[in-house]
């Protein structure tokens, strides 16, 4: 795994309360314990202070509740129209603007719009596009099931 998501799982093996010991963590996380220092000194860059316990029964332990994000597995979340969710994927791929049709809550109100979509994330367990809006002039997220047109645009932005 990565930095950053080996950083990430010390932080949720620590939120138990228990304390660990270097070896353990290094153990779970599968690498030196010179890299669990490593990691520990990251978080504690960010702000998150990890206490450590010196002496043969010591160890790491997290004295302050952190919330992390939950693990989002986007391969079980199915998106709801696959040729929207094929088609932005072709877009972004390939730098396409789109128009679309879009519906907002917000107006009750079908509104036009050009994008330019830059990645496909999960919103509220739905499928969504991050994009730039063109009539908004700033990077807003679109749900795919709230898209009731799509047309990919010639040129690239």
């Given at each position: 795994?990565?930095?950053?998501?080996?950083?990430?799982?010390?932080?949720?093996?620590?939120?138990?309360?228990?304390?660990?010991?270097?070896?353990?963590?290094?153990?779970?996380?599968?690498?030196?314990?010179?890299?669990?220092?490593?990691?520990?000194?990251?978080?504690?860059?960010?702000?998150?202070?990890?206490?450590?316990i010196r002496g043969p029964y010591g160890g790491y332990y997290l004295n302050?509740?952190?919330?992390?994000?939950?693990?989002?597995?986007?391969?079980?979340?199915?998106?709801?129209?696959?040729?929207?969710?094929?088609?932005?994927?072709?877009?972004?791929?390939?730098?396409?603007?789109c128009y679309i049709e879009y519906y907002s809550k917000e107006h009750d109100?079908?509104?036009?719009?050009?994008?330019?979509?830059?990645?496909?994330?999960?919103?509220?367990?739905?499928?969504?596009?991050?994009?730039?809006?063109?009539?908004?002039?700033?990077?807003?997220?679109?749900?795919?099931?709230?898209?009731?047109?799509?047309?990919?645009?010639?040129?690239?932005?």
């Amino acid at each position: 795994m990565s930095k950053l998501s080996n950083t990430i799982m010390l932080l949720r093996l620590l939120q138990n309360g228990k304390k660990y010991s270097i070896k353990e963590l290094a153990n779970e996380l599968e690498v030196s314990p010179r890299m669990i220092r490593t990691y520990k000194n990251e978080l504690e860059c960010a702000g998150i202070y990890i206490e450590s316990i010196r002496g043969p029964y010591g160890g790491y332990y997290l004295n302050q509740n952190i919330k992390l994000p939950e693990n989002i597995n986007k391969s079980k979340i199915i998106p709801v129209n696959k040729e929207y969710y094929n088609s932005l994927s072709k877009a972004i791929n390939n730098r396409n603007k789109c128009y679309i049709e879009y519906y907002s809550k917000e107006h009750d109100s079908i509104t036009k719009r050009v994008i330019r979509p830059y990645e496909l994330i999960v919103l509220d367990n739905e499928w969504g596009v991050a994009a730039f809006c063109e009539n908004k002039q700033e990077i807003r997220h679109f749900y795919l099931n709230r898209i009731s047109k799509l047309e990919i645009l010639d040129g690239i932005y």
